[in-house]
């Protein structure tokens, strides 16, 4: 079937006819209608706000026109992805609170009056809070002025630093970022003496020693500054050295004592207005563990008559392991021991050389123990092995020893920083062992290393 041909004429009679034809009636209703509804926003066509032939090209080539609607909600989604790519960015990352960590800058207290590494008595530890770059040895005050500020200790996450300050009414315990910053008071009103800091491992609580009366007590303070608490035991012992166990912190460990603070504390570095160190004479010590609410304490060892027991004490990283010291009663050396979380002993370090065996430190990584192996009133070896013993010690001697001599580790577990207070020396030794390393700075011992992410 073929179509129909239209000459010229019909098409002229066609629009003629056309163009007489009366409007329709109901084009009035219609203009009314549209006349009453609203026209799209701008914003809605994509024409508006990209170039005109960009869109006709993107038609052109799909041949089917996308819905504005959908490139509105990919528009949306596009911009808040590259949000939050900008805002992680921009974020610090933070190590994990436990295991191995990269090194960052050792905060430390130092007396203001610079000649104080050359005088040859004890100094406190207690002035400025400076930091130092140990690949570097450039230092910086953090927290400077008239104040006299100490015992810096950094939080697991490695961004804040919490510190003591001396007031006229006893001391005020503050937090301030390592980058710097104004202090922030975490507790309201000074208190008679303070020791023992140390940091939940969520960053958002500190453990802290008070003394109050004849009493040391546990206290707990959130690192806002918005409250601060005596956690209140039901018990009449004094307190000392509040560790968080590992990894979630539900727990504290802490030494108990029978006897009054007083008594107490100078084994745990509670020292007198002068700054001297006191002989212990405290007698029915014990370790203890308590929920981090203050609920079910209960004490894991049995009470000691030796004054100098778990002077010191902590944690390996899982929590599976205490490490501490206690006297041998037969001669009342002291020896470095691996408790059970239940207190029962997984193994004593017996000296090699010395004496004793003191200051059991864990890695990082949970593997190894630094300890001293001690001549009485001699030089220290330091050792490092296994912490199940399983392997040969390496041996890192030390220019002098005493108890004025502290170390730690490095939070990559690679170095050892040790300091000492009568000879005014700092030394890095690597903990595979060699001479060591004096450092260009000096600090009197109050010292903290900040972990920093890989």
Do not use: C
């Amino acid at each position: 079937m073929s179509a129909r041909l239209y000459s010229e004429d019909d098409l002229t009679q066609w629009l003629e006819t056309t163009g007489r034809t009366p409007r329709p009636d109901y084009v009035e209703t219609l203009l009314a209608r549209t006349a009453r509804s609203r026209q799209r926003p701008a914003w809605r066509s994509i024409e508006r706000w990209l170039p005109v032939d960009i869109t006709a090209r993107a038609q052109a080539f799909s041949g089917r026109r996308v819905p504005v609607r959908m490139l509105a909600v990919v528009a949306l989604v596009v911009l808040a992805i590259a949000a939050a790519t900008l805002y992680v960015g921009s974020q610090r990352r933070l190590p994990a609170p436990f295991g191995p960590a990269q090194n960052g800058v050792i905060v430390y207290a130092a007396p203001t009056d610079p000649s104080w590494v050359d005088k040859t008595d004890y100094q406190r530890p207690q002035g400025d809070i400076l930091t130092v770059n140990p690949a570097t040895g450039d230092t910086s005050v953090l927290v400077g002025g008239p104040t006299v500020d100490g015992s810096p200790v950094i939080s697991l996450d490695g961004t804040r630093v919490a510190f003591l300050r001396e007031m006229p009414a006893g001391q005020q315990l503050f937090a301030v970022d390592v980058a710097g910053g104004d202090p922030l008071p975490l507790i309201g009103e000074p208190l008679e003496g303070i020791i023992d800091v140390a940091w939940s491992p969520d960053g958002r609580s500190v453990a802290f020693i008070a003394v109050e009366g004849d009493r040391s007590n546990l206290w707990v303070a959130r690192s806002d500054g918005i409250e601060a608490h005596r956690v209140d035991l039901g018990s009449e012992l004094s307190f000392a050295l509040p560790q968080w166990r590992p990894p979630d912190g539900n727990e504290l460990l802490l030494v108990g004592s029978t006897s009054t603070a007083e008594d107490f504390l100078p084994e745990f570095g509670y020292r007198d207005l002068h700054g001297f160190f006191e002989d212990p004479t405290a007698t029915g010590s014990a370790l203890y563990l308590v929920r981090s609410d203050g609920s079910n304490l209960r004490r894991i060892t049995a009470p000691s008559g030796d004054a100098n027991d778990y002077g010191v004490v902590s944690w390996t990283p899982d929590g599976s392991r205490i490490l501490t010291q206690s006297a041998i009663p037969t001669t009342g050396y002291i020896v470095a021991r691996a408790l059970r979380p239940d207190g029962t002993e997984v193994r004593a370090i017996a000296p090699k050389t010395g004496d004793e065996t003191v200051s059991p430190l864990v890695s990082p990584d949970g593997t190894q123990v630094a300890y001293v192996d001690a001549v009485a009133d001699g030089p220290w070896t330091i050792r490092i092995e296994p912490i199940d013993g399983s392997a040969k010690a390496t041996e890192i001697d030390v220019p002098w020893g005493g108890q004025a001599a502290t170390f730690r580790w490095s939070p990559d577990g690679e170095q050892l920083i040790v300091s000492h207070q009568y000879y005014k020396e700092t030394w890095l030794f690597d903990a595979s062992g060699g001479p060591g390393t004096r450092a260009t700075w000096t600090d009197p011992g109050s010292n903290a290393w900040q972990r920093v992410a890989p």
